[in-house]
């Protein structure tokens, strides 16, 4: 059987050093720029005819635009619009990694424990820093909730402070783990038809089973890679709300 | 998650130390740095490029329906004033009329007031007239009454007693206080 965690094995391409650190051009890196060039080049192709009346492409790329503003306004208001470019940046990023990766045979590079990580300790900072910044000491609102009796407000602050905290956990393991467990299961089953087919006589008549949950896993992957995008940018929203009114 | 945990299922590959792939701390620098440099050249690239190209076609679009609903709000209030002075001339024209009709009535009225007055006036000056002559006329007739009753009291009085009455006398007989 197939080891179904070979595909995510981070291959070293060309070795390369920037002041002593190791940025070694790998796969994974490779998967990156592609991502950058798809979604860049996808976005900016379709809107290419700058249509009054936009064609089926131009729609795609201004829904993809309007979703994400949509998602902006709604989260943080009209303020949190000059967020939307590293909004949309997130998004698109994501998405288009996401996608890649399902893609056979392709590297996914959100299954990526240190590249997921990287990503909501970038949000986390930017919402401590956007937070200081904004409303300076403020900010520390943040943990103490209104409306809450005096006695249990050390306790209600200490859990909001864990919970804070471990936001960049959450927020990066939500996306690797989805996206890690669903290309397991996808090399998982499509191992049980090759194993099937081997066994041969009665076990080869069931192969088309593990085939068709293939299928369906395909389908509910892609769902997947959507959502996760979606939602990893909607927490960024919110988080980045909270640093814009912490009080609420 | 290490070796261990994924051994169950795969066929030994000779790295047996071999770490989870996904949590290599090998790759954390490279990957880092690329993306690093992947992330910012996207965010630029959206940013600068991508961003206000398509937020300008919908900005633009939605200028175009403002315009548009604008152009179509000005005609609507042009459409609006047009009809207010349609009405209004409308309402002129129709108190005019009114006013004309209302004059016209009023000088007719007049003249036929005026017209049946003096019929009436001469009417009640001939109907005063003819008044004026009947009693002139029946004060003659009353005054010959007595006169003729005097008359003929005399002859009537020498039938009934055979005496013979003057006619003074008769006339104070009927009329008592006359003579005094």
Redesign the interface.
């Known amino acids: 059987m197939p080891d179904p965690i070979h595909q995510f094995e981070v291959k070293r391409l060309f070795p390369l050093e920037i002041f002593g650190v190791d940025a070694t051009f790998t796969n994974s890196a490779l998967f990156m720029v592609v991502g950058v060039i798809l979604s860049f080049g996808l976005l900016m192709y379709a809107s290419r005819g700058r249509s009054l009346v936009p064609n089926r492409m131009q729609s795609i790329a201004e829904s993809l635009y309007e979703f994400v503003a949509g998602m902006v306004r709604d989260s943080m208001g009209e303020q949190g619009m000059k967020f939307f470019p590293l909004i949309f940046t997130f998004f698109m990023f994501i998405l288009t990694l996401n996608m890649v990766g399902m893609v056979p045979g392709f590297f996914t590079v959100t299954s990526q424990i240190w590249v997921t990580a990287a990503l909501a300790l970038l949000v986390f900072v930017i919402v401590i820093v956007v937070g200081f910044a904004k409303n300076g000491l403020g900010f520390l609102r943040l943990f103490v909730p209104e409306g809450v009796p005096i006695y249990v407000l050390p306790l209600v602050s200490l859990i909001e402070v864990i919970s804070f905290f471990s936001r960049p956990l959450s927020h990066s393991l939500r996306l690797f783990a989805n996206m890690l467990a669903g290309h397991i299961t996808l090399k998982v089953f499509a191992g049980f038809i090759i194993m099937l087919l081997g066994a041969g006589g009665a076990a080869s008549a069931l192969a088309p089973l593990p085939l068709l949950a293939v299928l369906g896993i395909t389908a509910l992957e892609f769902l997947v890679a959507f959502l996760q995008a979606y939602v990893f940018t909607m927490l960024t929203c919110m988080y980045l709300n909270d640093a814009l009114h912490p009080g609420h | 998650m290490t070796e261990p945990v ?1 051994t169950g ?3 030994p ?1 000779g790295t047996a130390n071999k770490v ?5 701390p090998t ?9 690093t ?3 910012v ?3 630029f ?3 600068k ?3 206000p ?6 900005e ?2 939605q200028n ?1 329906i403002q315009r548009d609903i604008d152009a179509a709000e000005k005609l609507k209030d042009e459409v609006d004033t047009a009809m207010k002075a349609y009405e209004k001339s409308l309402a002129d024209a129709r108190s005019n009329a009114t006013a004309i009709a209302r004059t016209n009535h009023d000088k007719l009225t007049a003249e036929t007031d005026r017209e049946r007055a003096a019929v009436e006036a001469a009417t009640n000056k001939k109907l005063a007239d003819a008044e004026a002559r009947i009693a002139e006329t029946k004060q003659k007739a009353l005054a010959s009454v007595g006169e003729i009753a005097s008359e003929i009291a005399g002859p009537v009085i020498k039938q009934l007693t055979g005496k013979d009455v003057s006619a003074d006398e008769v006339k104070r007989a009927l009329n008592p206080g006359a003579g005094e």
């Open positions: 994924t299922t795969q066929v590959t989870f792939p996904p949590l290599d790759t954390l620098a490279p990957q880092l740095v690329w993306l440099i992947t992330f050249a996207l965010y690239l959206l940013k490029i991508a961003i190209r398509i937020g300008g076609v919908i633009e679009r175009r």
